[in-house]
């Protein structure tokens, strides 16, 4: 599905534009000009005139106006348009641009607004907003507005896109369009000099870019592990009781990656959290920035505890279809006390866990962290967290049980994957437990108020850690 | 519950109000009369005197003061009140407006803004805004913020609530109330005549607009199969076998009803935009409008898809119950492997299509949508979509299996309804997969970017595909 | 995980900043002092800078300018800066206010933004803004943005914290600031008088305060059918038959104590609004308040909910790990076809029940709820609201069956679990029954409207309820 096509799947919420019947001209307001009469033009035209603004379009055949073009709006030849106005949009293709050329005279002095993107990074060596200051180097060009689309001009800004980043090189043009912005409701946030534009351009074209090494790990994790437990179960069996076990790759394997790659997610997740608090222990202030790799590890949480969540919503499921599947796994019948406390024990953990899994995914939606504040999200993210990590890896240590002495589970000398599995989660549990004793958390805590060791009296006025 | 309840359940944010205790008239600042003391009158009056405007209330017993008034208002006579300024907020029901005929001096040349709603459409003959204008023909009536409750005027504007509408004839009468909108941290959008107002008054009555063609599709599909499954399954059973399945119409036939009509509203989510792309590629231009059926259908997608997931979500749950029952379903006890591959596999597409269908409900949440980029969001929707698609589709093909060619199971020669409802998404993913060919996807892409065929040097300059 | 960990994590949005190359100093536009180049101050900075305000921070070494300071901003001695600018911002922690008082010359006049925040409640005698203004008794203390973090102003506000409350004696001053607020984006709040400080200063230190009485409900009621269910259950098997069955605490326990919790909390989350309407019957009026316990009863209406989903959702899982659990719960294996359509009727209406239980938590996030219309989210809460109830009442009843006269259910003269719990959801369905008669509900109707029994025409111009 294109862009295009997006824009009409969204604009079920147009519904308001044919409404718009007639906009007079406003008296006093400012003119604006729109160069383009697209799906992009029209909507911002439409957009301006709702904020009162007087608006004339550009067009090679002024007098053919097409009958989708908002009511209320000029058409004009594009040399009398760019005339007529100081802000001229310029909803045009790259492409197309050359046509800017010879009105290079009109267009003197004038603030031209590129709003254009490209359809892939790298399509051209110069940014667009650059290549167009080039062609009208007698105007002023900013460039902005090119995040927000048709459907998000006609239906106003909502949360997300309400911001709307601009570059340019002068201050009064940049000013000039933020005005303008401003007043059609968007927060226009100056980006600095027109060597940004490319930037903004890309925005865009971005596909996930934080979701990227989270969707590796998991990916070569999964690999792993799935290979890994194929050898110890699938061809194992094969090889040593000649058995063709290899149907139990659909559901009895996947059902042994998906947790496994979930908690080792989920450990990955508070792990930087962890080595941050003792690498600001270690340096004694927490005024020091953190090595790259940590400083990316920690901005990638929130995907890889969400990708965590995942795979165990995918354990969860594979786990509730074993008594439908034709072939049942074997079960000792053999009933006694211990061994229903250990089943109830465990299933009953990890029913909690994933519990509190689920909540830790709802606090993470866009609107639900917005809803909270600074103490509410800390108590979620950091203490629920933890006790997610923690009832998790009780459930899985609970259903190695007994098995972890004893010999057989040990085929070929390997540990099966749930032992694997639990390393990781049990340093970071360790570590944790280390940071919340009392003395080493009072440090921490003193750090994290800006308190430096050995320097305490350097600089402290300055220091503003005003969010505990 | 009606709206006065709501705004109550609501009002847990409305805890700073009270600490609000006496905000002093600002000196220079414009003052606002509003009319009416009810909840609407005394939130929008509160509002406007935080956002630094002064407040005069107009009230039939001005010495009579009610303390639930915000501090910092002035309460005066109707006519004192209308004269002390330039905008008047009507918070009064309609069928008390005629009290504003004898001010008809007071309020020549005010602008009045009607904020108010009706209980159901076509309660009135004519708008209640219209009504106003025709009862004080000197004031510019100005049709507004009915879109707004008591509660979100107390609690500051929030994202799909910021959005004001407002229509009237007065160009500057509109404008002065867009300012006052802007400054109450709102973006008004002009509309148009006051003719709009009866639109804007239906805005609050409306009861999921969007969702009752899909509803209506939904409900006719499930008792369409509803009733082939039963006469197929119970009453084939009684009339051939003598046997009294008709318990089974509790679980058995809602796990089949559930996921065939959860299917075919998938294919139906997915059909209007394959169609879309195979009449732009018979036309040769993006440029001309599709047929209403087609609009129609495009607009009502999302709608479409969440249903579809509902009625998955209802077939997961009624397939993880099955082994609870106290009667099991017939199960054949033979084991081989190709059976244990087949059943493992149909359940492990299933499961992956339920969680990628779950993902696509996630990412179909108004903010996580707002968080995407364009591209992001064309990703998710249409490759993921499509993906979730062949999934399912597959998921139903590997359940039919061998049954599609034994006798057995025609039973009165009719099909059981997995087969019927495999047609469709068939069909569309036949259709996409022609769609993704190489060269079909080029001439797609190259329609999309503005190019026509036959018409390439028509009018370049206009085309603005901006979004790929 | 403290603040200053969020704002690392939440920072994965601050890509945008190092873009940031240089502003220049903004010819006209209005300068703004910021004390503090911590990470509040710099962001804050950078902030101020991207909306065009030239930015002049206040520094005890202005030489030793730190790389970290955004480009384009000025670094001055303390004094220099506080004559540089008339609003000052303070990003400073309350321990080194003192370093302001040598400073009373500079500062006489000028507006101070006190943006501070504590660490704990009551952690000084006085407010941090009331504090600021005894040590600087010349300058013009407002208490402003301290809601908001260094990460929220790089990314610009967002829906929830587009909000910025303020409070402080002077008009001027708060106009000043809110001038700011709503260049930067936020909508800015006058609260009142700087003794609201304090309030103002609490409110990033909120842990959930309208999830308390209902978490302690949820708590409690767990507590007390955990006990009950533990004597009839485990310590009756114990006594009168000597069997040990204490396993069955962690599932089957458990099983039984969430969906009686969390049938109790739904029908308490729908009594206060059937208590309410019958209180307005009784009184003839909506004018007057509701008792104190009402009205915090119906504010925590949406926890209860939710907490009430959080039980089902543990009812559902425990449900279905049924037939994992190596221990079999005892069943007849005698089939008869009422038997039949008993359980599969109960877990039908079970499913059914948990569907529209899962829609309504969706309907009460956050953006969802700001996409809805006034009668959309009545008609979700209400009317889907009270068939969820019916639904999940009628599971239960079905559950109980045929069990509720057989005396060998009342062990020890205790009835089951189930059937105390169907006690309130009874009543409160009762109850609703009645208030959606004909009559009764016309009468309600009548009163939400702002119809008074006995004073029709006592004040009818200033009642207001518009939203129906």
Chains 1, 2, 3 share one sequence.
């Not at 293709?93 to 005279?105: C, G, I, K, S, T």
């Not at 007043?183 to 979701?211: I, M, N, T």
């Not at 659909?250 to 908690?263: F, H, K, R, T």
């Amino acid at each position: 599905m294109t862009g295009q096509e997006r824009s009409e799947e969204k604009s079920e919420c147009v519904s308001l534009s044919p409404m718009m019947e007639a906009v007079p001209a406003p008296p006093e307001s400012e003119r604006v000009c729109v160069f383009g009469t697209g799906d992009l033009g029209r909507s911002l035209g439409l957009r301006l005139l709702q904020a009162g603004y007087g608006v004339v379009f550009g067009s090679r055949r002024p007098h053919s106006r097409s009958s989708l073009l908002p009511h209320g709006a000029q058409v004009l030849g594009h040399a009398a348009a760019a005339q007529s106005a100081h802000l001229i949009f310029i909803a045009v293709q790259r492409e197309h641009y050359d046509f800017l050329v010879p009105l290079a005279n009109q267009l003197k002095g004038k603030v031209l607004v590129d709003l254009s993107n490209n359809l892939r990074k790298n399509q051209y060596p110069e940014a667009n907003a650059e290549y167009l200051q080039s062609l009208v180097p007698g105007a002023e060009v900013v460039k902005g507005f090119n995040t927000l689309s048709a459907w998000s001009l006609q239906n106003g800004p909502s949360d997300a896109n309400r911001q709307v980043y601009i570059c340019g090189e002068s201050v009064e043009a940049k000013q000039a369009v933020i005005a303008v912005a401003t007043k059609l409701g968007f927060s226009a946030l100056d980006q600095g000099f027109l060597s940004v534009a490319r930037e903004l351009e890309d925005f865009p074209l971005q596909l996930f870019p934080q979701w990227r090494l989270p969707l590796r790990i998991s990916i070569g994790l999964s690999a792993a592990f799935f290979f890994y437990l194929l050898i110890r179960y699938v061809i194992y069996a094969y090889v040593t009781q000649g058995e063709d076990i290899s149907f139990r790759i659909m559901v009895s394997l996947a059902n042994q990656v998906c947790p496994i790659v979930s908690l080792i997610m989920l450990s990955l997740c508070y792990l930087p959290g962890v080595l941050a608090s003792f690498l600001q222990l270690y340096r004694g202030t927490k005024y020091r920035r953190f090595p790259n790799w940590l400083d990316r590890w920690m901005l990638c949480r929130k995907q890889l505890g969400l990708l965590s969540l995942g795979f165990a919503f995918l354990h969860v499921l594979y786990t509730l279809i074993i008594p439908i599947r034709s072939i049942r796994e074997n079960r000792t019948t053999m009933f006694d006390t211990t061994t229903a406390w250990h089943d109830d024990s465990y299933l009953s953990l990890g029913i909690l866990g994933f519990g509190l899994y689920v909540l830790l995914g709802i606090t993470s939606l866009p609107s639900v962290i917005n809803a909270l504040s600074w103490r509410e999200f800390s108590f979620v993210q950091s203490k629920l967290g933890h006790l997610t990590l923690l009832l998790c890896t009780a459930h899985t240590y609970l259903y190695g049980w007994n098995r972890f002495l004893s010999s057989s589970t040990y085929k070929w000398y390997t540990p099966p994957g749930y032992m694997l599995c639990l390393v990781l989660p049990s340093v970071v549990l360790l570590l944790k437990l280390l940071l919340i004793t009392p003395c080493v958390d009072r440090t921490i805590t003193r750090i994290r108020q800006g308190w430096e060791r050995g320097a305490d009296q350097r600089n402290p006025k300055d220091s503003q850690p005003l969010i505990p």
